[in-house]
């Protein structure tokens, strides 16, 4: 009989419906229900592409023995961490504080009043490898509530106090300045290993925010290093099996073998990856004209249109690792990895061949069961490019018919917001006004679903139907980006005007109004045990880095002078924590550099989109390298955008505008002299 998690929208909640758990949402019922039986909180975390969280829930969860046990002693509480990321910060931090380690299942025993006392993140069904069993952590807590409960209300309260002292302020830090952003990248060359192209360590995440950083600085600086960085590690990514070499888009992470060999994808795949990689790819070839970095921005988008967007015009969260490998097992990258004999099935003799040469797919297998993760070839060799294109659309239609790994349809509003900036800006530079088009249906979802009567946004949505949790930091930022980013491709500006509604919500919910720093979660939302703050960019960028971009290139539009102001404050963290950890502060270093740059308003006043001049000149603003610029577009005396007003055509010719600080360059009707102006 399903539980409590029927009734959720979160596809991660959903598969645990079924489980023997008497599983509760996060909720004040099942707290109070802890208080009235006496009994502690068991917090379980995770998110629905998550391997070891599927792995603990058949171990653990679907065991009849272990979840009877579970529902006698503790009242059992399940989070999914990409709609609750409140909930799921403010808990990792504990954990981390407590065991200098965290990830996913994360496991929270607490007390009534949600205050922790034990940690932990996956544990196995019998102990091993000096990991206790689940059983025996469990008859442990059972054991220290029952019999010290005075020592577990200590050690509950220490932490929780702990927790509440880390307050964040960068009143007095000033902005970044030059120094700060050469000593960043002073300590991203010394992390960097020359000979892989990637920064050091046996984990690899894909860098996509500090690759923009120094896209930025290279061409607001000049940095022939910043740039030879960006293209090392675009170019190590996009030939290593981090990409997916036959239908695009990238995996979570890849791992170093021990024994050597091509590194070992995480298989998953998330939309927030995805976005930002896309982007960050499409910029490179702004700068550069690489064909490499064109070919993964595009085949990237089109993943993401592909196999992420949902009925309703949003793009689902992710596609698990696992999947069918044909025999009713559920394996890691099933549905990726290719054997000799499939490729010969697929292609025929001739063209196994040059494929296995190509990817790299070997008889004794690079991954596990003689199967080969596919990467580009580490040495010289020449290949016709057509045949392999040939090959790599076979392989892709063979790969249809394999079982798909599962989708999280769960439509979150920030990476949404991601996906419409990336989609939006690869569709402009490259011509595909399908991508533009995907751009705005997504937001148009938002608007329509995530969006109430007071532009207050709701995190999520599956199917249609939007999700009980308010939006967070992140949310209101990362859409505002995204509406930014569609305003300036589209020159529509109810897309600006959308931004406004969100960032007014950041300085009057979000922003402490004495220090300027940034909250992670509204002045108004539920109270946890600690308000959450965390400015560190991760796997996305952090709300406090996302806010400062939006809130600078909503104030670059308008002139809004509280708009600036807040992001000049929220900037006080970069010059902060830029010189000591850039590799965690990657987009807040990259709105730094707009900041430093201006950052540039670029207004192009022509005779509508059909007159061949004006999208000229729109299109060498889009496409200009300097950092965070804006760009509006409309005809003369339109009041679309705060930026056409005043701006008269030149002899009745299209005309570019390019600001900065309170101070004007000379109009232009020239393409070649408005790309000068924006660092082409």
């Not at 990856?273 to 990237?300: F, I, K, M, P, Q």
């Not at 989609?423 to 995530?450: K, M, N, Q, S, W």
Request: net charge negative; charged share 25%; glycine share 10%.
């Amino acid at each position: 009989m399903p539980n409590r998690l029927a009734q959720a929208t979160s596809p991660y909640l959903l598969q645990h419906a079924d489980n023997p758990v008497d599983w509760w949402p996060w909720d004040t019922d099942a707290f109070e229900e802890a208080r009235r039986r006496d009994v502690p909180v068991f917090l379980s975390v995770g998110y629905s592409a998550c391997h070891w969280c599927h792995v603990m829930a058949h171990e653990s969860f679907e065991d009849d023995d272990t979840a009877a046990y579970m529902n006698e002693h503790f009242v059992s509480v399940k989070v999914d961490r990409e709609e609750r990321p409140d909930v799921d910060a403010v808990y990792m931090e504990a954990v981390q504080a407590a065991t200098g380690q965290g990830g996913w299942p994360m496991s929270v025993f607490m007390t009534p009043d949600g205050e922790p006392f034990y940690f932990g993140t996956y544990f196995p069904p019998a102990s091993r490898q000096g990991m206790p069993s689940f059983r025996q952590v469990l008859e442990g807590v059972r054991n220290a509530w029952t019999s010290r409960r005075e020592e577990v209300g200590e050690v509950a309260e220490k932490i929780t106090q702990d927790l509440s002292a880390r307050e964040l302020s960068t009143k007095d830090a000033g902005t970044p300045t030059d120094e700060t952003q050469a000593m960043a990248l002073l300590h991203l060359t010394r992390d960097m290993d020359p000979a892989s192209g990637w920064f050091k360590g046996d984990t690899k995440f894909p860098p996509s925010m500090v690759i923009e950083f120094l896209l930025r600085h290279h061409a607001r600086a000049g940095s022939v290093a910043a740039l030879e960085m960006a293209e090392g590690l675009c170019g190590a990514m996009a030939r290593s099996s981090l990409y997916d070499q036959v239908g695009g888009g990238f995996h979570r992470y890849v791992l170093t073998p021990r024994t050597g060999g091509p590194l070992v994808p995480h298989f998953e795949k998330m939309l927030y990856d995805n976005a930002l990689l896309c982007r960050a790819y499409a910029h490179l070839w702004r700068t550069t004209g690489s064909e490499l970095a064109r070919r993964v921005a595009l085949e990237t988008a089109d993943f993401m249109v592909r196999e992420l967007r949902t009925g309703e015009g949003g793009f689902a969260s992710a596609l698990d690792a696992d999947s069918d490998d044909g025999t009713g097992r559920h394996v890691e990258g099933a549905y990726y990895v290719w054997t000799p004999q499939q490729l010969t099935e697929v292609l025929g003799a001739e063209d196994a061949e040059l494929a296995a040469q190509y990817f790299e797919v070997t008889e004794q297998g690079t991954f596990e069961h003689g199967a080969s993760v596919l990467q580009l070839p580490q040495r010289e060799g020449v290949f016709d490019a057509k045949r392999i294109e040939g090959i790599r659309e076979r392989m892709l239609r063979s790969r249809g018919d394999r079982p798909a790994p599962g989708r999280d349809d769960k439509v979150v509003a920030a990476w949404n917001g991601l996906a419409i900036a990336a989609l939006a800006e690869t569709g402009a530079y490259f011509d595909r006004p399908d991508l533009v088009e995907a751009a705005v249906g997504a937001a148009d979802l938002l608007v329509r679903l995530h969006l109430d009567e007071q532009a207050r946004l709701a995190r999520t949505s599956k199917d249609g139907r939007v999700g009980a949790n308010a939006g967070v930091l992140e949310d209101y930022a990362d859409v505002a980006e995204g509406f930014l980013a569609l305003a300036s491709v589209t020159g529509e500006g109810v897309w600006l005007e959308f931004a406004g509604f969100l960032l007014d919500h950041v300085l009057t919910r979000f922003v402490d109004e004495e220090t300027g720093s940034l909250y992670d979660t509204a002045a108004d939302a539920e109270q946890l045990i600690r308000r959450p703050q965390d400015p560190t960019d991760n796997a996305t960028p952090s709300g406090w880095s996302a806010a400062a971009g939006a809130l600078l290139g909503y104030a670059a539009h308008t002139g809004a002078q509280p708009h600036r102001a807040a992001a000049e404050r929220a900037l006080g963290v970069v010059k902060a924590l830029g010189p000591r950890v850039p590799r965690f502060i990657g987009w807040g270093l990259a709105v730094a550099e707009a900041l430093l740059d201006g950052p540039k308003e670029v207004a192009i006043v022509g005779h509508g989109p059909d007159d061949e001049a004006t999208t000229a000149l729109h299109r060498t603003a889009l496409l200009g390298r300097a950092p965070g610029a804006v760009v509006a577009v409309g005809v003369a005396g339109s009041d679309e955008f705060p930026l056409l007003t005043d701006r008269p055509l030149l002899d009745d010719t299209p005309t570019a505008y390019v600001c900065r600080n309170f101070t004007c360059d000379a109009p232009t009707t020239d393409a070649q002299r408005l790309r000068t102006a924006l660092g082409g």
